[in-house]
């Protein structure tokens, strides 16, 4: 009898004694996103206020060494590293999501929504005021430790991960958490508070090469990491009875994938600063595009929030110019109306 995970569309690769389903739509779809991100990431780093054409890109890209220009110091100080910082901050952000909505089976669940964004902040905010010549790799490691522990708490309150108990008190986090850097901010004096209020709209302007290896560092391991989970994950969305029926344990494979969504959202918020919505809208945009397991969500998520954000990043610095936007703000255009039209699905649904 064939298994429900086992899809007819799939297609079995034999790899020694174990086989790998592909979906040959979810593997066009994939190259397309990918397609779509490489001609956009062209499109960013030729345009601008200097524009550099396709010759003098593939110069930059294959004279590192050559003496310094303008364009050099354009391309490998501003452009490339924004770009490339830009992908690699949405792909997190949305695996992040992803896993967060599959693991709390609710489609409204973001990492940006239960406090995690905003303690990153706060501990990146503490390193900025009082230990400015702290080096830049304590914040990711701080802010990591940092959003676990709320989460470890939200998760207590919340006796879980299952449920609207968990999103509605990671909400309730995310607000008090707020209403503290708002105080915060108060008593700042305004240098003090442009600078944080900058890092809180989620700019990439101050993108560095030193600050993409670092993500992808830290960021590597933990996604093959919640990839190697997607089997069990796709197994616990039949329900967590039917799932231990079939040999896998719901409370260890949930903490397992909510630590890395975490520590994937407080890595990016302590790097490129607080951009929201990324999480909440790639998977949903995923699932538009394929269906099947947990793997297919996670890895088009990253792609869908890898465009995302890129894009937003290339508008807000293209479509104000000489004036540039955040990218956290223009993804918050987009984010907000879009939050709005999932709960009036779900009100009319429900009606």
Not at 167 to 181: E, T, V
Request: hydrophobic share 55%; proline share 5%; net charge positive.
């Amino acid at each position: 009898m064939r298994s429900s995970l086992f899809r007819p569309a799939d297609k079995a690769l034999r790899l020694g004694g174990k086989s790998i389903l592909l979906s040959p739509h979810a593997l066009l779809a994939g190259c397309i996103l990918a397609l779509i991100i490489t001609l956009l990431l062209v499109f960013a780093l030729t345009q601008g206020a200097l524009p550099l054409t396709l010759r003098e890109v593939y110069y930059q890209l294959t004279h590192a060494q050559a003496p310094a220009s303008l364009n050099q110091t354009l391309f490998w100080q501003m452009r490339l590293p924004r770009s490339v910082v830009a992908i690699i901050a949405g792909a997190v952000l949305g695996a992040a999501g992803a896993v967060m909505q599959s693991t709390t089976r609710n489609g409204l669940a973001d990492p940006s929504l239960l406090g995690i964004k905003e303690t990153a902040c706060l501990v990146v905010w503490i390193e900025l005021l009082f230990f400015p010549t702290l080096s830049p790799l304590w914040r990711p490691i701080s802010a990591m430790i940092a959003g676990l522990l709320v989460t470890g708490i939200v998760m207590l309150l919340a006796r879980g991960t299952s449920g609207s108990r968990f999103i509605l008190i990671g909400i309730g986090m995310s607000w008090g958490l707020n209403a503290l850097l708002g105080v915060i901010l108060t008593t700042l004096d305004p240098k003090q508070a442009q600078q944080l209020m900058l890092w809180m709209a989620g700019s990439l302007q101050h993108a560095t090469i030193e600050t993409a290896q670092l993500m992808v560092v830290i960021a590597l391991p933990i996604v093959a990491l919640l990839l190697y989970s997607c089997r069990a994950s796709t197994i616990l969305q039949l329900g967590d009875a039917t799932a231990t029926s079939l040999g896998v344990s719901p409370l260890p494979i949930n903490r397992l994938r909510v630590i890395g969504a975490v520590i994937l959202t407080a890595l990016t918020v302590s790097t490129v600063g607080s951009i929201g919505f990324i999480g909440l809208m790639a998977p949903h945009l995923t699932r538009r595009m394929v269906s099947g397991g947990q793997s297919y969500l996670l890895c088009g998520s990253a792609l869908v929030g890898a465009l995302l954000l890129l894009l937003a990043d290339c508008v807000g610095r293209l479509a104000f110019a000489p004036t540039q936007l955040p990218a956290g703000i223009i993804v918050a255009l987009l984010g907000g109306p879009f939050l709005f039209i999932l709960l009036w699905k779900r009100a009319t649904q429900r009606q």
